[in-house]
């Protein structure tokens, strides 16, 4: 100990240049207590300040009671200050940078700033034999559900607006600024509130939504959080749909085979009483209490007759031996939902041939016909939370409710 004081005392007051700045000082401190050389914390600094030297780093440290060690680069005066202290799991090998304690120097070298009182949001600036703090922005928060992160992570400025000031289930009304008496916007943080369908959405939450993606908590989706697109939203009558990302459609073939299995357009006649056709799906209607999708071509481009969303078919003669037309893909990737496990595919006939790709019950594609019949749903299709595949946060409205 005492030997350690002793080579710091003797090179402070051997060299000048600590006192002041900028000047080559790293090989000096060679042999002092307490400076790792060649080295540096790893951790992001809250503060970094450049053309400084040594001495005028560590002071700059002591004047923050955030601030517990530095990281100081010679050749360019780099100074960067770190709430950590120095410790084997937080620094790394850096040619040219040491690092430091701010406990391992002397009130002479800090004049009275040592062990200051200031708040983590004010410096202390020494005087001829006291200190005064002088508050230079803000730091954290009491709120309960403010992101302590978020507030702890710098010092900030006066005028500083915090985008997100609330943990992730959380929101606040007010947007919340860095005052220059260094306080915060007095906020509360409220949790978002669970609404279960775009009708309560209207009617018991905020009447002044209009149609969107929203993110809902059907019932039918045991609590977890659903992005659903509200239609009608200004009626009385609002609708949830689930919006697809992807390629979704479903087809009983318009065409059909001669005797050497060529595709050729159906007749007119068989085309229309067949009610063949093909769908093609941008929105699926969804039924928020049971997660059924029900019928429904609102958001649904059809040529010929409308198809049921993962139904397919065709009018090839069943005595052929060639491949069935009718198709059908359902690709539920991007939605946060799965066709629910428990449903499976089956022959709307004894003449119909079933051939299905099921991935992980996200994409299901299908090929299905002969005889005017196909494949379809052993129950309607029903939609469950997909654990794997979930859409990103800022791809629909968290609702806030007014009323
Ligand atoms: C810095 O301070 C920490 C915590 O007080 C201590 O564990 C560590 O050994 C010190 N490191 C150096 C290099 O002085
Ligand atoms: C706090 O905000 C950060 C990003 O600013 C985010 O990564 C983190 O998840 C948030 N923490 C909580 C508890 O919401
Ligand atoms: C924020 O919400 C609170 C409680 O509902 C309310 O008293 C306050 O007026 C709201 N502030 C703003 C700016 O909307
Ligand atoms: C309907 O027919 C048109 C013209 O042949 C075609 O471009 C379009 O892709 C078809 N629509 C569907 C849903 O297959
Ligand atoms: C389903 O969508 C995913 C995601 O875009 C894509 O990678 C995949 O190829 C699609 N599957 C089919 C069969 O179209």
Known sequence: MCSGFAVLLLLLTQNRCLLGQMCSTIDKFVNVRGILENTRIKTEPFMTSRSVGLMSCLRSCATYSLCNAFNFQDSSGTCELQREAVMDENI??????LTSN????TNKDINYCQNHMCGYNAICEPRLNSYICTVIGCFDSAEPFANKTTFTKKIYDFGDIVDTPCQ????????????VAGTWTPFTCYPYQQVRNCKYLHEQ??????????????PSQNGVRTKVYCHNMQTVDPEAFITLNEHNFASKSIYVYDESCLKIKADDVTISTNALGVTAFMKIN????????????????????VQSFGTAGDCVD??????PLGNFLINLSGTGLIVDPDISWVADSASSEVTTINDE?????????????????????????????????????RPICTL
């Open 361 to 397: 019950n996200r994409v299901i594609s299908g090929t299905c016909g002969k005889g005017c019949s196909g494949c379809s749903p052993s129950s309607t299709i029903k939609l469950v939370p997909d654990p794997n595949n979930r859409p990103p946060i800022e791809s629909a409205i």
């Open 102 to 105: 701010l406990s391992s120097w």
């Open 286 to 305: 969804f039924a928020p209490g049971t997660g059924v999708v029900r019928d429904d071509y609102t958001f649904a481009i059809t040529n010929h007759s």
């Open 92 to 97: 790394e090998d850096f040619n040219g940078y």
């Open 168 to 179: 992730g289930d959380y929101y606040t009304n007010v947007t919340v600024q860095c005052s």
């Open 318 to 323: 069943d005595s052929y031996k060639c491949t």
């Open 205 to 218: 939450c905020n009447p002044t939504l209009t149609d969107d993606e929203y993110w809902l908590y059907p």
